[in-house]
Protein backbone atom coordinates (compact mmCIF):
# COMPACT_ATOMS: atom_id res chain seq x y z
CA UNK A 1 0.00 0.00 0.00
CA UNK A 2 1.05 3.48 -1.32
CA UNK A 3 1.19 6.03 2.54
CA UNK A 4 1.45 8.69 0.40
CA UNK A 5 -1.73 8.67 -1.53
CA UNK A 6 -5.32 8.47 0.17
CA UNK A 7 -8.39 7.45 -0.75
CA UNK A 8 -11.32 9.42 0.37
CA UNK A 9 -14.85 9.16 0.64
CA UNK A 10 -15.53 13.70 0.38
CA UNK A 11 -18.39 15.80 -0.07
CA UNK A 12 -17.05 18.54 -2.69
CA UNK A 13 -20.39 20.96 -1.69
CA UNK A 14 -22.67 21.29 1.54
CA UNK A 15 -25.21 19.08 1.47
CA UNK A 16 -23.91 16.76 -1.62
CA UNK A 17 -23.32 12.88 -1.45
CA UNK A 18 -20.25 12.04 -0.78
CA UNK A 19 -17.58 11.01 -3.21
CA UNK A 20 -14.67 9.07 -3.71
CA UNK A 21 -10.87 11.29 -4.47
CA UNK A 22 -7.52 10.48 -3.94
CA UNK A 23 -5.40 13.04 -2.73
CA UNK A 24 -1.19 13.25 -2.31
CA UNK A 25 -0.09 13.19 1.25
CA UNK A 26 3.54 15.00 2.00
CA UNK A 27 5.94 12.57 4.39
CA UNK A 28 5.08 13.25 7.90
CA UNK A 29 7.09 15.79 9.21
CA UNK A 30 7.29 16.54 13.31
CA UNK A 31 5.20 15.19 15.48
CA UNK A 32 3.02 13.91 12.77
CA UNK A 33 1.64 10.31 12.32
CA UNK A 34 -0.27 8.56 9.45
CA UNK A 35 -2.82 5.70 10.27
CA UNK A 36 -3.90 3.13 8.12
CA UNK A 37 -7.76 3.54 8.95
CA UNK A 38 -9.08 -0.21 10.24
CA UNK A 39 -12.41 1.36 11.11
CA UNK A 40 -14.76 4.53 11.44
CA UNK A 41 -17.63 5.26 13.24
CA UNK A 42 -20.85 7.04 11.47
CA UNK A 43 -22.00 9.88 14.14
CA UNK A 44 -25.16 11.29 13.81
CA UNK A 45 -23.71 14.89 13.89
CA UNK A 46 -21.94 13.79 10.02
CA UNK A 47 -25.50 14.78 8.96
CA UNK A 48 -25.09 18.01 10.24
CA UNK A 49 -21.63 18.51 9.19
CA UNK A 50 -22.90 17.02 5.54
CA UNK A 51 -25.69 19.49 5.17
CA UNK A 52 -23.18 22.27 7.15
CA UNK A 53 -24.38 23.45 10.18
CA UNK A 54 -26.44 23.20 13.28
CA UNK A 55 -30.21 24.59 13.56
CA UNK A 56 -29.82 27.04 16.01
CA UNK A 57 -33.58 27.68 16.40
CA UNK A 58 -35.99 30.59 15.14
CA UNK A 59 -35.02 29.60 11.60
CA UNK A 60 -31.10 30.40 11.81
CA UNK A 61 -28.38 27.94 10.81
CA UNK A 62 -24.68 28.10 12.28
CA UNK A 63 -22.14 27.80 8.96
CA UNK A 64 -19.27 25.83 9.13
CA UNK A 65 -18.39 27.60 5.99
CA UNK A 66 -18.41 30.83 7.54
CA UNK A 67 -16.66 29.50 10.55
CA UNK A 68 -14.01 28.65 8.27
CA UNK A 69 -14.26 24.96 7.08
CA UNK A 70 -12.86 24.25 3.08
CA UNK A 71 -14.63 22.22 0.76
CA UNK A 72 -14.32 19.42 0.43
CA UNK A 73 -14.79 18.06 3.53
CA UNK A 74 -13.59 14.06 4.36
CA UNK A 75 -15.80 13.41 7.96
CA UNK A 76 -14.99 10.14 10.52
CA UNK A 77 -14.23 11.08 13.71
CA UNK A 78 -14.40 7.71 15.41
CA UNK A 79 -10.70 6.83 13.92
CA UNK A 80 -9.01 3.43 14.31
CA UNK A 81 -6.18 1.80 12.81
CA UNK A 82 -2.36 1.12 12.97
CA UNK A 83 0.15 3.46 12.82
CA UNK A 84 2.48 3.31 9.29
CA UNK A 85 4.30 6.70 9.35
CA UNK A 86 5.72 8.70 11.69
CA UNK A 87 7.49 12.28 11.94
CA UNK A 88 11.03 12.59 12.76
CA UNK A 89 10.11 13.97 16.68
CA UNK A 90 7.42 11.01 17.26
CA UNK A 91 8.39 9.34 20.30
CA UNK A 92 6.54 6.44 22.11
CA UNK A 93 4.56 5.25 19.23
CA UNK A 94 6.16 2.52 16.66
CA UNK A 95 4.71 1.00 13.48
CA UNK A 96 1.99 -1.56 13.61
CA UNK A 97 0.88 0.05 17.30
CA UNK A 98 -3.08 -0.31 17.08
CA UNK A 99 -4.89 2.88 18.11
CA UNK A 100 -7.86 4.85 18.40
CA UNK A 101 -7.50 8.90 17.83
CA UNK A 102 -8.79 11.76 19.54
CA UNK A 103 -9.99 13.80 17.28
CA UNK A 104 -11.21 17.07 19.11
CA UNK A 105 -8.14 19.49 18.47
CA UNK A 106 -7.53 22.29 19.70
CA UNK A 107 -4.80 24.96 19.50
CA UNK A 108 -3.18 23.23 22.39
CA UNK A 109 -2.00 26.24 23.83
CA UNK A 110 -5.31 28.29 25.06
CA UNK A 111 -5.64 28.05 28.94
CA UNK A 112 -9.05 26.15 28.07
CA UNK A 113 -6.85 23.47 25.71
CA UNK A 114 -3.94 23.50 28.45
CA UNK A 115 -6.60 22.81 31.32
CA UNK A 116 -6.95 19.28 29.14
CA UNK A 117 -10.53 20.53 27.22
CA UNK A 118 -9.01 20.88 23.72
CA UNK A 119 -12.51 20.12 22.30
CA UNK A 120 -13.63 23.77 24.24
CA UNK A 121 -10.75 25.10 22.67
CA UNK A 122 -11.64 29.12 22.37
CA UNK A 123 -9.39 29.95 19.27
CA UNK A 124 -9.12 27.37 16.79
CA UNK A 125 -10.84 24.37 16.25
CA UNK A 126 -8.99 21.75 13.87
CA UNK A 127 -11.41 18.73 14.39
CA UNK A 128 -10.48 15.66 12.37
CA UNK A 129 -13.98 14.53 9.98
CA UNK A 130 -14.23 18.40 10.10
CA UNK A 131 -11.71 21.08 9.77
CA UNK A 132 -9.17 18.55 9.03
CA UNK A 133 -9.35 15.11 6.70
CA UNK A 134 -11.09 12.09 8.89
CA UNK A 135 -11.65 8.83 8.99
CA UNK A 136 -13.75 8.21 5.91
CA UNK A 137 -10.72 6.95 3.82
CA UNK A 138 -8.04 4.78 3.84
CA UNK A 139 -4.93 6.90 5.31
CA UNK A 140 -5.78 9.61 7.89
CA UNK A 141 -3.03 12.22 8.81
CA UNK A 142 -2.39 13.09 13.35
CA UNK A 143 -0.66 16.26 13.48
CA UNK A 144 0.64 15.20 16.55
CA UNK A 145 1.40 11.58 18.04
CA UNK A 146 -0.08 12.43 21.53
CA UNK A 147 -3.71 12.06 20.06
CA UNK A 148 -3.16 8.51 19.68
CA UNK A 149 -4.79 6.43 22.46
CA UNK A 150 -3.19 2.62 22.17
CA UNK A 151 -6.30 -0.42 22.51
CA UNK A 152 -4.61 -3.35 23.81
CA UNK A 153 -6.91 -5.81 23.56
CA UNK A 154 -9.87 -4.37 23.06
CA UNK A 155 -11.98 -4.39 19.96
CA UNK A 156 -10.88 -2.23 17.50
CA UNK A 157 -14.46 -1.47 15.81
CA UNK A 158 -15.91 -1.14 19.27
CA UNK A 159 -12.69 1.13 20.38
CA UNK A 160 -13.08 3.38 17.74
CA UNK A 161 -16.46 4.43 18.65
CA UNK A 162 -15.33 5.83 22.30
CA UNK A 163 -13.38 8.63 20.16
CA UNK A 164 -16.96 10.40 19.96
CA UNK A 165 -19.80 8.05 21.01
CA UNK A 166 -17.82 6.70 23.84
CA UNK A 167 -16.52 9.96 25.23
CA UNK A 168 -19.76 12.29 24.46
CA UNK A 169 -21.53 9.54 26.62
CA UNK A 170 -18.96 9.61 29.24
CA UNK A 171 -18.39 12.86 29.86
CA UNK A 172 -21.79 13.51 30.08
CA UNK A 173 -22.83 10.65 32.80
CA UNK A 174 -19.58 12.43 34.47
CA UNK A 175 -21.29 15.82 35.06
CA UNK A 176 -24.04 14.09 36.96
CA UNK A 177 -23.87 13.99 41.14
CA UNK A 178 -23.51 10.87 42.60
CA UNK A 179 -26.87 8.72 42.84
CA UNK A 180 -28.24 5.99 44.93
CA UNK A 181 -30.13 2.88 44.07
CA UNK A 182 -33.66 4.47 44.57
CA UNK A 183 -32.74 6.82 42.43
CA UNK A 184 -33.61 7.54 38.41
CA UNK A 185 -32.11 8.84 35.78
CA UNK A 186 -33.78 9.32 32.33
CA UNK A 187 -31.69 8.82 28.84
CA UNK A 188 -33.55 10.73 26.69
CA UNK A 189 -33.03 9.60 22.83
CA UNK A 190 -30.86 5.95 22.74
CA UNK A 191 -29.00 6.19 19.73
CA UNK A 192 -25.69 5.66 19.28
CA UNK A 193 -24.52 7.67 21.87
CA UNK A 194 -27.56 7.56 24.50
CA UNK A 195 -27.24 3.63 24.26
CA UNK A 196 -23.39 3.69 25.07
CA UNK A 197 -24.35 5.83 27.97
CA UNK A 198 -26.61 3.38 29.08
CA UNK A 199 -24.82 0.86 28.74
CA UNK A 200 -21.43 2.74 30.69
CA UNK A 201 -24.33 4.08 33.33
CA UNK A 202 -25.31 0.99 34.15
CA UNK A 203 -22.02 -0.19 34.85
CA UNK A 204 -20.91 2.64 37.01
CA UNK A 205 -23.88 3.58 39.34
CA UNK A 206 -26.43 2.34 41.09
CA UNK A 207 -28.89 4.68 40.28
CA UNK A 208 -32.18 2.98 37.96
CA UNK A 209 -32.51 4.41 34.47
CA UNK A 210 -35.29 5.24 32.28
CA UNK A 211 -34.55 5.07 28.58
CA UNK A 212 -36.22 6.95 26.78
CA UNK A 213 -36.67 6.65 22.98
CA UNK A 214 -39.52 6.58 20.23
CA UNK A 215 -38.04 3.45 18.41
CA UNK A 216 -39.53 0.30 19.91
CA UNK A 217 -36.46 -1.79 18.45
CA UNK A 218 -33.91 1.03 20.58
CA UNK A 219 -36.34 0.73 23.61
CA UNK A 220 -35.59 -3.04 23.88
CA UNK A 221 -32.05 -2.96 23.10
CA UNK A 222 -31.54 -0.33 26.10
CA UNK A 223 -33.65 -2.90 28.12
CA UNK A 224 -30.97 -5.27 27.34
CA UNK A 225 -28.00 -2.89 28.08
CA UNK A 226 -28.91 -2.18 31.63
CA UNK A 227 -31.92 0.42 31.15
CA UNK A 228 -34.44 -0.25 33.96
CA UNK A 229 -37.83 0.64 31.93
CA UNK A 230 -37.99 2.41 29.09
CA UNK A 231 -41.07 5.13 27.95
CA UNK A 232 -41.82 6.19 24.57
CA UNK A 233 -41.91 10.15 24.47
CA UNK A 234 -44.87 10.32 21.87
CA UNK A 235 -47.28 7.60 24.04
CA UNK A 236 -49.94 9.73 25.44
CA UNK A 237 -49.65 11.28 29.22
CA UNK A 238 -45.81 10.36 28.77
CA UNK A 239 -45.04 12.77 31.59
CA UNK A 240 -47.38 11.15 34.17
CA UNK A 241 -46.50 7.90 33.04
CA UNK A 242 -43.07 8.07 33.68
CA UNK A 243 -43.14 10.28 36.83
CA UNK A 244 -45.48 7.37 38.35
CA UNK A 245 -43.28 4.51 36.84
CA UNK A 246 -40.05 6.24 39.53
CA UNK A 247 -42.19 7.40 42.38
CA UNK A 248 -41.99 11.25 41.15
CA UNK A 249 -37.92 10.42 41.87
CA UNK A 250 -35.93 11.58 38.97
CA UNK A 251 -32.68 13.17 39.58
CA UNK A 252 -31.44 14.16 36.55
CA UNK A 253 -31.95 13.85 32.83
CA UNK A 254 -29.90 13.77 30.43
CA UNK A 255 -30.93 14.65 26.65
CA UNK A 256 -29.16 12.95 23.87
CA UNK A 257 -31.56 14.79 21.32
CA UNK A 258 -31.39 17.95 22.14
CA UNK A 259 -34.89 18.93 20.25
CA UNK A 260 -37.08 21.59 22.07
CA UNK A 261 -39.36 18.94 22.81
CA UNK A 262 -36.65 16.66 24.04
CA UNK A 263 -35.12 19.02 26.55
CA UNK A 264 -38.39 20.43 27.28
CA UNK A 265 -39.34 16.36 28.43
CA UNK A 266 -36.16 16.73 30.49
CA UNK A 267 -36.74 19.87 32.56
CA UNK A 268 -40.18 18.48 33.33
CA UNK A 269 -39.49 14.98 34.07
CA UNK A 270 -36.65 15.70 36.83
CA UNK A 271 -37.38 16.38 41.18
CA UNK A 272 -36.96 19.63 42.62
CA UNK A 273 -32.81 19.93 42.83
CA UNK A 274 -32.93 17.74 39.47
CA UNK A 275 -29.90 17.86 36.90
CA UNK A 276 -29.87 18.01 33.50
CA UNK A 277 -27.65 17.91 30.87
CA UNK A 278 -28.50 18.80 27.17
CA UNK A 279 -25.81 17.01 24.69
CA UNK A 280 -27.67 16.21 21.71
CA UNK A 281 -26.75 19.14 18.82
CA UNK A 282 -30.30 18.30 17.20
CA UNK A 283 -31.36 22.10 17.36
CA UNK A 284 -33.87 24.52 17.73
CA UNK A 285 -34.67 26.84 20.99
CA UNK A 286 -35.22 26.15 24.43
CA UNK A 287 -37.73 27.81 26.37
CA UNK A 288 -38.97 27.24 29.90
CA UNK A 289 -40.42 29.76 32.49
CA UNK A 290 -38.08 31.34 34.53
CA UNK A 291 -39.11 30.99 38.29
CA UNK A 292 -38.80 27.04 37.31
CA UNK A 293 -34.91 27.74 37.78
CA UNK A 294 -35.66 28.85 41.55
CA UNK A 295 -38.73 26.88 42.32
CA UNK A 296 -37.04 23.33 41.33
CA UNK A 297 -33.74 24.59 42.04
CA UNK A 298 -32.87 23.45 38.83
CA UNK A 299 -29.45 22.64 37.61
CA UNK A 300 -28.77 22.86 33.77
CA UNK A 301 -25.83 22.41 31.44
CA UNK A 302 -24.00 21.04 28.56
CA UNK A 303 -21.79 18.89 27.22
CA UNK A 304 -19.73 18.48 24.29
CA UNK A 305 -18.23 15.37 23.64
CA UNK A 306 -14.51 15.57 26.22
CA UNK A 307 -11.29 15.77 26.78
CA UNK A 308 -8.52 13.86 26.00
CA UNK A 309 -7.76 12.31 29.25
CA UNK A 310 -11.17 11.22 28.98
CA UNK A 311 -10.65 9.44 26.34
CA UNK A 312 -8.18 7.11 28.04
CA UNK A 313 -10.28 6.70 31.21
CA UNK A 314 -12.86 5.23 29.03
CA UNK A 315 -10.33 3.14 27.26
CA UNK A 316 -8.42 2.06 30.35
CA UNK A 317 -12.18 1.89 32.12
CA UNK A 318 -12.86 -0.28 29.44
CA UNK A 319 -10.00 -2.69 29.60
CA UNK A 320 -10.57 -3.66 33.24
CA UNK A 321 -14.60 -3.57 33.66
CA UNK A 322 -16.81 -5.75 31.28
CA UNK A 323 -18.92 -2.82 30.12
CA UNK A 324 -22.30 -3.84 28.19
CA UNK A 325 -21.92 -3.44 24.79
CA UNK A 326 -23.88 -1.56 22.41
CA UNK A 327 -24.77 -3.36 18.66
CA UNK A 328 -22.54 -2.28 15.72
CA UNK A 329 -23.51 -2.81 12.59
CA UNK A 330 -20.07 -3.14 10.45
CA UNK A 331 -20.28 -1.80 6.75
CA UNK A 332 -17.49 -1.24 3.58
CA UNK A 333 -16.43 2.22 3.46
CA UNK A 334 -17.71 2.12 -0.26
CA UNK A 335 -21.15 2.02 1.28
CA UNK A 336 -20.99 5.10 3.35
CA UNK A 337 -23.61 7.36 1.51
CA UNK A 338 -26.38 4.88 2.02
CA UNK A 339 -25.36 4.53 5.74
CA UNK A 340 -25.70 8.16 5.86
CA UNK A 341 -29.60 7.98 4.40
CA UNK A 342 -30.08 4.91 6.72
CA UNK A 343 -28.82 7.27 10.06
CA UNK A 344 -31.31 10.28 8.70
CA UNK A 345 -34.10 8.24 8.42
CA UNK A 346 -33.34 6.41 12.23
CA UNK A 347 -33.33 2.92 10.45
CA UNK A 348 -29.51 2.15 12.71
CA UNK A 349 -29.96 0.41 15.91
CA UNK A 350 -25.98 0.96 17.92
CA UNK A 351 -23.63 2.01 15.87
CA UNK A 352 -22.43 1.75 12.26
CA UNK A 353 -18.77 1.37 11.52
CA UNK A 354 -17.39 1.90 8.47
CA UNK A 355 -14.46 -0.21 7.28
CA UNK A 356 -12.29 0.70 3.90
ZN1 LIG B 1 -19.62 12.31 16.76
ZN1 LIG C 1 -6.97 26.20 22.53
Redesign the pocket.
Known amino acids: MNYRCAHRWAFPKWGAALEAMTDDLAPPVGHEVTLRVTHCGMCHSDLHVQAGGFDMGGGKLSSLERAGTKLPVTMGHEIGGEVVEVGPEVQGVKLGDKVIVYPWL?????????RGD?Q?????MRNLGIQLPGGYADLVRVPHARYLVPIGTLEPARAATFACAGITAYGAIRKLDPLDAEDHVAIIGCGGVGMTAVALYSATSPARIVAIDPDPAKREAALSHGATMAFDPNAPDVLKAIGKACNMNIAAAVDFVGSESSSSLAVNLVRRTGQVVIVGLFGGEFRMPLPMFALKSLRISGSYVAGLHELRDLVALAQRATLPQIPLDLRPLSGVNQALDDLTHGRVVGRVVLQP
Open positions: GCGSCLVCEELCTRA
